[in-house]
């Protein structure tokens, strides 16, 4: 699971904040939905979150606070719902070409545009699944930290200015990547694939021979969040929950 979720990582990564969106972008939906509906890139994609999760910005980074301190049974997650997307799959071209120049720094050294360094791969499919939604309803988390006491360590953790709580997640389930030939013909993973790929030797055995890349661990690639702001009062001090915009998370990573 951990070679898998590593895996997922660098690749979703790389496809998401990176590639040219260009017209055969298979993710050109989930940005354009993305950037439409106020949501921040989640780079890199992280599996170990959930709505009410807690985080801050380690080097420009999201890292989690807490994912305990808003829990699902007094603050109810949204069941996941599609988002509705209708472009999931597009096909990269040696014409066209992969932009390589991405962080790997997370994750084992897999470079899918090492593709095209293999003389018989002329182009790379992609496929990703149905991405679905889920969220947190305002007046239950806004209830639950005006009722937290002082003296509870998740009240300053929430009210905590440099942090934020992920009201939304966007997930993905699975992307797949099929390399073809000149005729349009699968071309399955062998050593020579896999080795252009830059795939770790100890990971060659789990793919060799398959036909396609598949990405199966589930990941966020994307978040809208709340910043916490406490409301003086005389006899119950309460406190309101700003969406934050793109452009203020971005203020946040840069540390401003």
């Known amino acids: 699971m951990m070679r898998s979720y590593r895996m997922c990582l660098l690749i979703v990564l790389f496809v998401i904040a990176v590639l040219p969106a260009n017209a055969q972008d298979p ?41 305990k301190c808003l829990p699902a049974a007094s603050v109810p997650p949204s069941p996941p719902q599609p988002i509705g997307l209708t472009i999931r799959t597009g096909t990269y071209t040696r014409t066209i070409g992969i932009d390589a120049s991405f962080s790997k720094s997370t994750g084992p050294n897999i470079d899918i545009s090492g593709a095209f360094s293999d003389a018989r791969v002329q182009s790379v499919t992609i496929t990703m699944t149905q991405p679905t939604e889920t969220h947190l309803e305002s007046q239950d988390a806004r209830q639950f930290i005006s009722n937290l006491p002082d003296t509870d360590p998740c009240k300053a953790t929430l009210t905590n200015k440099k942090n934020l709580i992920y009201q939304s997640l966007i997930k993905d389930d699975k992307i797949s990547y099929v390399f073809s030939d000149k005729y349009g013909k699968t071309i399955k993973l062998d050593v020579a694939l896999l080795s252009a790929l830059k795939v770790d030797p100890s990971y060659q055995s789990d793919l060799e021979n398959k036909d396609s890349l598949d990405m199966q661990t589930p990941l966020y690639v994307g978040y809208r969040a709340w910043k916490v702001r406490s409301i003086p009062a005389l006899v119950h001090p309460e406190v309101a929950l700003d969406l934050q915009k793109p452009a203020a998370i971005r203020a946040m990573k840069q540390g401003h």
């Open 27 to 67: 993710l050109k939906g989930l940005k354009d939905y993305l950037k439409q509906y106020g949501y921040q890139t989640l780079v890199p994609p992280m599996a170990n979150v959930a709505v009410g999760s807690v985080v801050t910005f380690d080097h420009r980074v999201e890292t989690v606070v807490s994912s």
